[in-house]
């Protein structure tokens, strides 16, 4: 089984910067692609920023803003998040594209259980 779990939400001033983790834990051979994904109160799930053996990319809205990076070692992902805007209000949930020694072959997407990001003064 494999587990992953978002941290480092909470309450910041706009302008303000936040971090946030997800770690993934189990029986895992490697990770593929990792990603953030922000959900808003009657919005879809948007693709924040990814990253992967062939780099990152991010959405237009944070490009300049938000970093994106991975420890390998710790299955984790991190999201940096600067100069935060009210409109970054949402819930961050990170995935990952987990290889298992059953599924080495398969892409298996895991989800965390989100963190809520407030932007407000």
């Known amino acids: 089984q494999v587990r992953v779990v978002e941290s480092g939400g909470g309450l910041v001033q706009p302008g303000g910067s936040l971090k946030l983790s997800c770690a993934a834990s189990?029986?895992?051979?490697?990770?593929?692609?990792m990603d953030w994904y922000r959900e808003t109160a009657g919005n879809q799930r948007e693709l924040v920023a990814t990253?992967?053996?062939?780099?990152?990319h991010y959405a237009d809205p944070v490009k300049t803003r938000f970093t994106i990076s991975r420890d390998n070692l710790k299955n984790t992902v991190y999201l940096q998040m600067d100069s935060l805007k009210p409109e970054d209000t949402a819930v961050y949930y990170c995935?990952?594209?987990?290889?298992?020694?059953?599924?080495?072959?398969?892409?298996?997407?895991?989800w965390g259980q989100g963190t809520q990001v407030t932007v407000s003064s």
């Open positions: 189990g029986n895992i051979v490697t990770i593929w692609d």
């Open positions: 995935s990952m594209d987990v290889r298992t020694p059953s599924r080495l072959y398969e892409r298996t997407v895991y």
């Open positions: 990253i992967n053996e062939r780099g990152s």
